[in-house]
């Protein structure tokens, strides 16, 4: 229950910090949240999907309707993409996190961007980078887990 809350609440407060204070802060932080969507999906399986749809309920009066619409449509296709790449995957559950990312991080970022107006570059740069990071340190954790 707990990381489908902290998955709730940084989808809002990502879309918050797009609404509300910029696009550089919002674009440096949105990469726990589809890291933070693996966990849950490993916790609840398919019903990921519920958590997603609310947070971007609560999102439509904390950040703007504008960046909810945004993030809600990038979220389900971006999300399903990153959700289908992830649930077909028979890899270990890092490997997994690792490649539904790459794809699933830049079609919510070529989605979200326009939609609120932002131009690609370098918004969209920094959005991915950000998203991988996450990815990446995830990954880097398992792989020594299970090596050592």
């Keep these: 229950m707990a990381i489908s809350l902290l998955y709730i609440f940084s989808i809002v ?5 797009f609404a509300h204070t910029g696009p550089e802060f919002g674009a440096v932080l949105v990469g726990s949240v589809f890291v933070l969507r693996d966990f849950v999906q490993r916790r609840i399986g ?7 749809l609310f947070a971007c309920g609560i999102s439509y009066f904390m950040a703007s309707p504008v960046v909810a619409t945004a993030s809600l449509t990038a979220f389900l296709v971006a999300e399903l993409s990153d959700w289908a790449i992830y649930t077909a995957l028979p890899f270990r559950f890092h490997y997994r996190i690792l490649y539904s990312s790459v794809i699933g991080v830049a079609v919510d970022t070529l989605v979200f961007l326009p939609m609120i107006g932002l131009p690609l570059w370098p918004l969209a740069l920094i959005a991915w980078c950000s998203k991988m990071i996450a990815a990446v340190l995830v990954f880097c954790y398992y792989q020594f887990k299970v090596e050592n």
Excluded: S
């Design 13 to 17: 407060l990502v879309n918050f910090l």
């Design 46 to 52: 398919h019903y990921v999907l519920l958590p997603m």
